[in-house]
C-alpha cells in the first residue's frame, strides 16, 4: 500500500534521477540525469548529441524515477514523475543553478569538468523539461522498523 509524502522532500535534494523514455523499436531506456525542479517542472542537462533528446523528440513520453535512500538511517522514498517531456534551448543561468545543486558554489567547480563536460555556453547545449502530468510518491521506510515506525509525514526518520 503506497504511503504518500510531499515530492518536494526529495526533489529539493541533488539526487540522481532516472529518466526513462522508448527507443524506436519502443525498447525503454534509462538514463541516469542530474535534474533541477523549478516552479513545477523538472528539467534534465542534455545536448544536440544525446540519445535521450533524439528519443524524446520522436516520442515524449517519459517517466521520471528518483530515490531517496539512506540505509542507515532507514529511510527509503520513491518519487515517479510522468507526462510528455521538451528538448529546449540551453538556459545558461538554469544551467548554472543545476551545477550549484550539485557542485557547490562556482569557485568550488573542477574547472576541467566545467571546460570539457558541463560547458554553460555550449551552443549545442539543452535541457530536457518535464511539467508532470503525474507524480507518485511512495515512502517505505520502515522497511527496517516495521509500520508502526513509519516516518511520519514532513519528517525525515531519524
Known amino acids: 500500500m503506497p504511503t504518500p509524502f510531499d515530492p518536494e522532500e526529495v ?3 541533488p539526487l540522481m534521477a532516472y ?3 522508448s527507443a524506436a523499436d519502443g525498447a525503454p531506456r534509462i538514463a541516469p540525469v ?3 525542479w523549478e ?3 523538472l528539467w534534465m542537462l542534455s545536448d544536440t548529441a544525446s540519445s535521450s533528446a533524439a528519443r524524446i523528440s520522436r516520442d515524449p513520453r517519459v517517466s521520471v524515477e528518483i530515490v531517496d535512500y539512506d540505509n542507515a538511517a532507514g529511510r527509503l522514498r520513491h518519487l515517479g514523475l510522468r507526462g510528455r ?4 534551448p540551453m538556459d545558461p543561468a538554469r544551467f548554472r543553478r ?3 545543486r550539485y557542485l557547490g558554489p562556482a569557485p568550488d567547480w573542477n574547472a576541467w569538468f566545467i571546460d570539457r563536460i558541463a560547458r554553460i555556453d555550449d551552443p549545442d547545449g539543452r535541457m530536457i523539461r518535464l511539467a508532470p502530468e503525474s507524480v507518485f510518491t511512495n515512502d517505505v521506510s520502515y522497511f527496517r522498523t516495521g ?3 513509519a516516518t511520519q509525514p514532513g519528517k525525515d526518520p531519524e
Do not use: M, Q
Request: glycine letters at 4%; hydrophobic letters at 55%.
Open 98 to 100: 543545476l551545477l550549484t
Open 11 to 13: 526533489l529539493r535534494l
Open 34 to 36: 542530474w535534474f533541477v
Open 85 to 88: 517531456a521538451t528538448v529546449e
Open 19 to 21: 529518466l526513462s523514455s
Open 147 to 149: 509500520p508502526d515506525l
Open 39 to 41: 516552479e513545477g517542472v
